[in-house]
């Protein structure tokens, strides 16, 4: 994701660079409608929100500029894409991953963009279709830096639908083959979980088996699940607790910075000067870079409440 976002950026960057150049044109405040002057309003807007990691905002403003056909850029309907993923918009993004992808099959974004549609899928609850996507992402793009990220959540989609073996050889793949991607943490975690799992499939099993032989034998095994249950509550409780350390964290970063608001955004755009400093501005990218942080973190916190939730439902059941 980190490629992403910087790729993200990098059209972010070259967008701001020449939307005021574009409005600073004469010809343009006499040829241009109300309409059309309003859409490009909402078109800086939308670059301003994106930058500080305003997702709905940015959703909102886009929405307003590519009614204007001139805005209707792949960049624009990139960034709106990648908007309503951070925004947990599933539904909106998938559509308009559609339509980019009708639009503008040829643009070097094509890919990230199915690459996003196969996620949508998945947290839409459509693993088959997503596997299909992503699988043909990965066929597609065998060299793609987001090829390991794709492998994981191919693997996600198997995990959540409770085929472990494929998942795991999936999660081994991103593991052994690309040590160095921001998914490894992430797949060794889902691979202790199989494991864990695993280990209770044959305790219960074992139980099973052993029928009226032993009850010593019965107690034990019983202890033994029991145990490994407790152990498994115990990881996910400590790994929501530093999850959301590190929220708390990022949020009071956020809350110490200085965002500026839109509307003296919009007035810079009518200094002499605007486009130079709005890009030094730019390259110091650090809030935009922690907005999205916090936004695959809490992603992620949410992942490990709801398997601690339903670890906690099956001990309670026993």
């Not at 309503?84 to 963009?113: G, H, K, N």
């Not at 509550?233 to 009071?252: D, G, K, P, V």
């Not at 965002?259 to 605007?274: H, K, L, M, P, Q």
Request: proline share 2%.
């Amino acid at each position: 994701m980190e490629v992403l976002k910087k790729h993200s950026m990098l059209c972010l960057c070259l967008l701001l660079l020449t939307v005021p150049c574009a409005i600073a044109k004469p010809a343009l405040s006499v040829s241009l409608s109300t309409s059309s002057v309003s859409a490009e309003s909402a078109y800086r807007q939308a670059l301003v929100s994106y930058r500080d990691g305003d997702w709905n905002s940015a959703t909102l403003f886009l929405r307003r500029a590519l009614t204007d056909a001139s805005l209707s850029t792949a960049d624009a309907w990139f960034m709106l894409v990648n908007s309503q993923m951070y925004a947990q918009d599933y539904r909106s993004a998938l559509s308009d991953c559609d339509t980019f992808l009708t639009r503008f099959s040829d643009s070097p974004l094509a890919p990230y963009v199915q690459y996003q549609k196969g996620r949508a899928l998945h947290f839409l609850d459509r693993n088959d279709d997503a596997v299909i996507v992503l699988s043909d992402f990965c066929h597609q793009n065998p060299g793609h830096v987001l090829y390991a990220s794709a492998l994981y959540w191919i693997a996600e989609c198997f995990f959540d639908d409770y085929g472990y073996d494929t998942a795991r050889s999936l999660y081994e793949r991103v593991v052994s083959e690309f040590p160095d991607d921001e998914k490894v943490s992430d797949a060794q975690f889902k691979l202790s979980l199989i494991a864990q799992h695993e280990r209770e499939e044959k305790l219960l099993y074992l139980l099973k088996m052993t029928g009226e032989e032993s009850l010593s034998a019965r107690e034990e095994y019983e202890r033994q699940l029991r145990q490994y249950q407790t152990d498994d509550i115990t990881s996910l409780r400590r790994e929501l607790q530093t999850a959301s350390q590190r929220i708390a964290e990022l949020e009071a970063e956020l809350a110490q910075k200085p965002v500026t608001s839109a509307s003296s955004e919009t007035a810079e755009y009518t200094e002499t000067e605007s486009s130079t400093s709005y890009s030094d501005d730019i390259d110091k990218n650090e809030l935009q870079n922690t907005a999205r942080s916090l936004a695959e973190l809490k992603e992620k916190a949410d992942l490990v409440e709801r398997l601690l939730i339903q670890r906690l439902s099956q001990q309670q059941g026993q």
